[in-house]
């Protein structure tokens, strides 16, 4: 079986328990890292054309603008095609709720008819949000399993909550 994670994630100023702290790689970039280390994985990020501010209360603000948009976001690249894949994680941060729009805008692009869909977020108390909701409506035809949410904060220790995510 081949797989892919479709992730979206940022670094820079991001929220951790309370705090704000400045990051070189983003925490969902972390974990799309471990699924493909553990499950030999193809990976695609998904990039915002013009980036999120780096400051976290201006991004958070943007996200929130975006939500309520009825247009897609202008991302930087975008994958044409996952027939060549039978698993699809789909990881992000958690935004309002949900899964930042960049990643919808991807997302809404692709036939999943089929595919396994395995969601993904990295979080600071929103855990799954409406995430496996919206992949419902968004992914007919797929068949989407239980997702993992993983508190940003300990995603540098989450490899045996993964393992078995995986393994399910």
């Known amino acids: 079986m081949k797989e892919l994670v479709i992730y979206f994630s940022r670094a820079d100023e991001n929220y951790f328990g309370g705090s704000i702290r400045n990051i070189n790689k983003g925490n969902t970039e972390i974990v799309a890292e471990k699924i493909q280390k ?99 409506r968004i992914c007919v035809g797929a068949i989407i399993k239980d997702g993992l949410a993983i508190n940003g904060s300990t995603v540098n220790n989450c490899d045996k909550e993964l393992e078995k995510w995986l393994n399910d």
């Open 38 to 136: 553990l499950r030999g994985a193809t990976l695609f990020k998904v990039e915002r054309k013009i980036p999120y501010a780096k400051n976290y209360m201006k991004c958070i603000e943007e996200a929130k603008e975006e939500l309520h948009l009825k247009e897609a976001i202008a991302i930087k690249e975008c994958l044409s095609s996952i027939s060549e894949y039978d698993i699809i994680y789909i990881g992000g941060p958690i935004y309002w709720g949900t899964y930042p729009q960049p990643l919808f805008t991807q997302i809404k692009q692709l036939d999943f008819n089929n595919k396994i869909i395995k969601p993904f977020t990295t979080h600071e108390g929103s855990g799954l949000g409406t995430v496996v909701k919206d992949l419902k």
